[in-house]
């Protein structure tokens, strides 16, 4: 017995690591699993679904209520918002009671405060919870194509199939701009895919200077209107902006991807080598030695920005996006100040992936979730229902198809982007009736940059893009708002850059642009 | 500001009694200007933050922070007090998860604690030893998340705020390390006058535990007050949320704007209505001021617990 008791210590210490040990194995081995038995799992239920009533596409096609046979399926859709509806459950029970005679489903909605989106959204995945929905993008909190290479979510392509109004309601080169490696993972919420470079310009500067916008060509042809305000409005701040007004060079002659226009070779050049952004460095350094520029502007974040605009005090700003209808937003973030645009470059496509939805793998109802994503793109009326609320309380009509949002009521959030095709949504109150069809026409328009569909995968080269992104924010800021002297501190830059390993940056980016030319027969 | 408010007691002391006994020396006067320029740099930016909450937008853009509002104003405050309903909820939980929080952790080290500091206890070593394991090795966020979510079901419910916090390792090893100091002999006294276990732990050792207690209590209203992961992970019932988390998302909508301002106009987000800077500052003082203010009522069993290292009788 003694014996026994003096041995009991130790073999519950064996048996206890033992046991730490097989259950932290488990769970790792769970872990690596999971997206496969995950996938054989859906797949499974793919078929099983398949194989059941094709009322699914009928129900879409037609308005009848569905069979009451098959119990309706709850869906749960997670997304992005910034500030939490108050009349989120009320706004929800209407959409269900839309829906549910529709594609014979409820959804049920979890949205997530942008602070949390990415954490929140991760580790649900890594849980494996079961969720139909999620609202992706590939910037902020979206995170498309980490969620893609882990396998969180569900291609569907196959799908697609069996919702033709919405393969039809999107674009083909929308889908081909979603694809990665020839599969699609999203759903791309219609909205301007377009950008073109330009200036928003208070409007009463306009007419108190009798200012010719039309003469606006190039970004240097605001120099005048920039010395006029500088010389006559002392309380103004002629143009402030925390951008690189020389971006990705569009301006230029450069594409985005950072090769100049029209060359065979597609040799891609980092952006402090370009001859012109010397030239550029040189203008800027004039504006604001001369005081065009905002004194602080190396120095400034994007929320001070904010702030000095809804001051009312910024004459100019740069804007890189100029979308038909934006002065209507712009108004309020000048302090509620008209702006004018003027747009310097002729836009370009460029790309649907700022914000799409997508079926996580964990979904058990796949086709009703895609079924759900087909009215956000095809149906106005859901659309409308779950953009802006409900009729009357949330916002009253002030014209055909324009509202206003009643900024008392709780729900304001007016957030179409996420949630489908805003092109067939209401118009705000002061936005032009013609300003879905100039989006979807700049939409077709735009010029296709020759290697559209091609995005560049950062993992390889991750560690050296930190590391420039931090020279960057010490040496290009000053620069680009020409704080400080480009003849003294480009060399510089261009040093620091050097050893932050930009070579190998670029060489990777030039590997991958040469495949993708190569697949595509473009080279 | 906890510790700059407890060194700054200390070289009070440390005067007081200075100049009734020690003569004028270099040394002392250094020290004290050390802990001068500590204190300070530990003062100096909380005053900042709480005159950039009072101060109007447009000042502080113009000519930057200012320890003396060129223009004063209240604006931030009425900002947030606009919706109070959400700010007294968001009280309301975070004080009722500190205090039952506080209330059952102290119990939970108290006894865990005190159980593995009795030598005459069989299994001690086991059981510190599990206890001590799970400060080296844990299971990780996942792992958590999934038993608390998909077996517990605590999601949505104020225990998910409570019940993952209310066993720390260490503050259990430091309750051992107090109480094995205490002598044997009250125990055996005790029983001898017939008191059993429940009757020792609670009128005997708790009572001769109160400077640890109430030491690790402070940490532990801390840790509860200032918690807000979980009830990001765990919470969507808007109801629930607690102070510090509308702290966080207000400060995050800085970082958000940021990062992506290109997106910003693209989508036309309104940012005329996200919170200013006063606004944020505000709110910091407004998440983090009641704690400041029930520092100085710790602060002498603070000192005292880290002072007082036996109970010899």
Redesign the interface.
Known sequence: MKVW?MSM?PL??AS?MLM?LVS?CG?NND?NNAPAADNTASNAKNDTAANAPDNAANDTATTEPAPAAEPPVELTYYYIV???PADQQEVEDAINAYIQPKINATIKL?PV????YK??IN??L????SFDLLWTSN??GGDYDNKVAKGALLPIDDLLDKTPDLKAAIPQVAWDDTKVDGKIYGVPNM??AA?AEGFAIQKRFIDKYNIDVNSIKTQMDIEPVLKTIHDNEPDIIPIAT??NMFDFGRQYGYAAQGYKLGDPNFKIIDTTDKPEYKTFLDNMRRWYTSGYIYKDAATM????????L??GKVAVEW???M?PG?E???K??FGNNDVVYVRVSEPEFTGVR??MNSISRTSKNPEKALEFLQLTSTDPALFNLITFGIKDKHYTMVGDNTIKINQDAGYKG??G?VFGNVLIGYLKEGQAPDTWERTKQLNETAKRPEVNGFNFNTEPYKTESVNIAAVSEQYGKALNSGAVDPAKVLPKYQDALKKAGVGKQTEEMQKQLDEWLKANGKK | MNTSQAIAAESVKIKATGQRKEPFSVVNLLSHILFIGITLAMIVPFVLVISISFTE??S??EHGYQFIPLDFTAKAYRYIFEAPLVLIRAYGITIITTVIGTILSLLVTAMLGYVTSRRDF??R??AS??VF?TML?N?G???S??LI??YLHLDNTIWCLILPALVSPFYIMVMKGFLSKMPFEIIESAKIDGAREIRIFFTIVLPLSTPALATLGLFLSFGFWNSWFPA??YI?N?KLIPIQLLL??M????E????????I??????????P??SARMAMAILAGGPMVCIFPFFQKYFVKGLTVGSLKG
Do not use: H
């Open positions: 008791k210590a519950v210490l206890l730490l932290a769970s872990k910034y500030d939490m979890k405060l942008e602070a949390g954490d929140k580790t649900m890594a849980a494996n919870e910037w902020g909205q301007i950008k925390t951008s974040k994007d929320d001070q920005l904010v702030a000095l809804n001051t804007n890189t996006t979308k934006g209507v937003d712009d309020k973030r700022a914000t007016d957030q982007w | 937008e447009t502080i853009i069989r299994y070593t086991p030893f599990f394991f090795f299971g966020l996942v792992p998340y999934i979510k998909q990001l992970l969507d808007e966080v998302r400060m995050q909508k800085l958000f704007l940021t990062s992506n301002s290109d997106f106009s693209q989508f036309g987000v309104d940012t005329s209505k996200f200013t800077l």
